[in-house]
């Protein structure tokens, strides 16, 4: 399958390259001048320079399927430009659909959030995916805008989309800034691990798990034009964060100590983000 890609030099985007060029697919992904991958690839994808907003219909008409895994705000940390976000997230990204659809692609995927879900999530034991969405921030609230604005787009052009909502994706090739990194790089280097008291609850998945359920979802043929379809992506067990960082904490064999309560809660902290995750009967 030839797969049209953004955010293919990302944490998730890099390790979706790695598996889908060694199961055979080819690549073409969107590359800015002066990025790099955030994992080595023993192969390398058709690098396509540029930004979200140029023009990339001739490399499109050799595509098969469009898969949009670029974002803008994925920090978290509130310090998001709206204006930005708004951009990115909702105007280049219809922009993108529009050039895709006119160069004779029908078949779309979206890399959605489950921070989409916002403040919905306390109430949730498990978050179903016609839940509200009531994002707290410029980068849940855009990436929701996305998903209801393309959803009415895929009706009415009539074609094959399906938006995956990620939950707490981890692993190789993760922004040092983030929680498993911080922790693995504390570990190696002897030093205790500041930490909230870590009560709250996610449903962490590996970055390896989720490029394969990602490949998977693409290469099936579940869709129908003119239906979109939404799936919440995740491993289905749900952990604390201080059950998470334990875990790790001793499979590092770390020499420091976790510190739980060391560092306070955020203020608008979500305590609880654990999504319904329907498994596929892989018999059938």
């Known amino acids: 399958m030839n797969i049209f890609l953004t955010g293919g030099t990302g944490f998730i985007g890099s390790n979706f390259i790695k598996l889908a060029l060694e199961e055979g697919h080819v690549i073409y992904a969107i590359k800015r001048v002066g990025s790099f991958p955030k994992i080595e690839f023993t192969n390398q994808p058709y690098w396509v320079e540029g930004n979200l907003d140029s023009d990339y219909s001739k490399v499109l008409k050799n595509c098969d399927v469009l898969v949009h895994l670029a974002a803008y705000g994925l920090t978290g ?52 995916v016609n ?22 787009w895929g009706v009415n052009k009539k074609v094959k989309l399906h938006i995956l909502r990620l939950f707490q994706v981890y692993g190789e090739g993760e922004p040092s800034y983030r929680l498993f990194p911080s922790l693995k790089r504390a570990a190696e280097n002897g030093l205790d691990f500041n930490m909230t008291p870590g009560k709250q609850l996610r449903d962490f998945i590996d970055v390896k798990e989720v490029s394969r359920i990602l490949l998977d979802t693409i290469c099936s043929d579940d869709l129908e034009f003119g239906k979109p379809l939404i799936t919440n992506v995740g491993s289905g067990q749900p952990q604390t964060l201080l ?30 983000l654990v999504p319904e995750v329907i498994k596929k009967d892989k018999s059938n």
Do not use: H
């Open 77 to 128: 940390r509130g310090e998001e430009s709206w204006q930005d976000a708004l951009n990115c997230n909702v105007v280049l990204t219809l922009k993108l659909f529009e050039s895709a659809f006119s160069s004779g692609i029908k078949k779309f995927f979206l890399a959605g959030s489950g921070i989409e879900y916002g403040k919905t999530c306390d109430r949730y034991k498990k978050i179903p």
């Open 131 to 152: 839940a509200p969405l009531e994002p707290i921030d410029a980068y849940s609230s855009t990436k929701a805008a996305a998903s209801i604005l393309l959803q009415g």
């Open 243 to 272: 059950q998470f960082c334990t875990k790790f904490w001793k499979e590092f064999n770390a020499k420091g100590k976790l510190k739980p309560g060391s560092v306070n809660y955020r203020s608008d902290e979500i305590m609880r």
